[in-house]
């Protein structure tokens, strides 16, 4: 049973307050037991409670949370099937951002036409997700699907003599709560907003999310990561019609900068992505942003408000 995922909709299933929901959930992720039994029914009341919280409940050797994640790898059937080295292998390479099936097979050491079924079986058990390229035809990039597994792969597994160096608190101000905000949040905040764009966006914000995924534009010489693409029908990637374009921004003011970036990218698309949205996710937004979006029909602001109650 979930706190219906991203959508975090359900009262009661985290705490109140939007920023200390989302980072609670980029922790913890949706399952209900973990935001109940798992920590004595102890969650953060506020944003400043976090640390505290982190430290306490997840951090700590004797928190039950401390030792779930590698519980639940070690008793997956879809793990322990194929070697746990490959799966470690596979799951270490994934942590480390949304791979291409090429970075995974040098990774393992394999061809990469020898890849394709490790990933598959964590796909079927819900641990890894695959992201298609709505508008390209290229190799799919994996991403981790639970946020929980996420925070242990990337805070607590790589750290461990930090953390049997110094008091749960310490190593969390020290060094975790850094790892945590560049490896865990962002990613986390992106699967939000293409979840949010899937399941809640209406025809009026997204007139057509047949395929929604990550992808990428050229320019400048560089390729800039799009976090958001919608695309409509059609059985060739590039041949299918550009809907919205959208980056999700968790750490940062969103500005007019991030504006004018969607708008060459929608501009590298050519016809294709005419009339496209631009769609901006992001908990602090800008009042210049605001003024400018407010006076656009193809800009769309997403903040935590609308992102929890709006479609």
Known sequence: MRCDDFGLRRPGCLPSGLL?????????????????????FDLPDSLDDVDRWVAQRVLHPAAT?????????????????????????????????SVEA?????????????????????????????????VRARRPLYALADPFLQFHLSVLEPHGPLRRERRPREAWDARLRHVFDSSVRGPVFEEMARTWVRRWASTKTVASKDHVGPSSVSYDGKDWQLDVVCAGEGYVPGDRPVTALGQAKSGERLTATRLRGLERARAQLCGRAKGAKLLLFGPDVDGALRREASGRMDVELIDLERRYTGS
């Open 102 to 134: 090429g970075k995974i097979a040098s990774r393992l050491g394999r061809p990469v036409s020898n890849v394709a079924v490790p990933p598959n079986r964590l796909v079927e058990a819900g641990f890894v997700v695959r992201h298609e390229d709505p």
């Open 20 to 40: 200390t929901a989302v980072a609670t959930f980029s922790v913890i992720g949706g399952v209900v037991g973990y935001a109940s039994d798992m920590v004595d």
């Open 65 to 97: 949370l401390h030792h779930e994640a590698m519980t639940r790898l070690a008793e997956d059937p879809s793990v322990t099937i194929q070697s746990p080295r490959i799966s470690s292998s596979l799951l270490a390479a994934i942590t480390s951002g």
